[in-house]
């Protein structure tokens, strides 16, 4: 039998986040004075997607960057949180 390759899902949630601030603060800081509250999905390659409507955003920033390439954020919060 052949040993699994592992997948160390916190040390990658850890490296995701440091990588989406940096995206962040580059590329969707700009976009505070004039579109704050709104979300930006950002794409490891710079490319930017504006909108209001997160759920919306999320399957548009899915089917252009791929599930786990982008970071997803609203434009001027630190945090965003939801109760599901």
Do not use: C, Q
Request: net charge negative; hydrophobic share 35%; aromatic share 12%.
């Amino acid at each position: 039998m052949t040993d699994m390759p592992t997948f160390d899902l916190d040390k990658w949630m850890e490296e995701r986040s440091r990588k989406d601030d940096l995206l962040y603060n580059k590329y969707g800081k700009p976009f505070e004075a004039e579109h704050k509250g709104e979300f930006v999905a950002i794409g490891d390659d710079g490319g930017v997607i504006l909108g209001k409507d997160d759920a919306k955003l999320l399957e548009k920033a899915i089917a252009r960057f791929g599930s786990g390439n982008f970071a997803l954020r609203r434009i001027g919060f630190d945090t965003e949180g939801r109760w599901l």
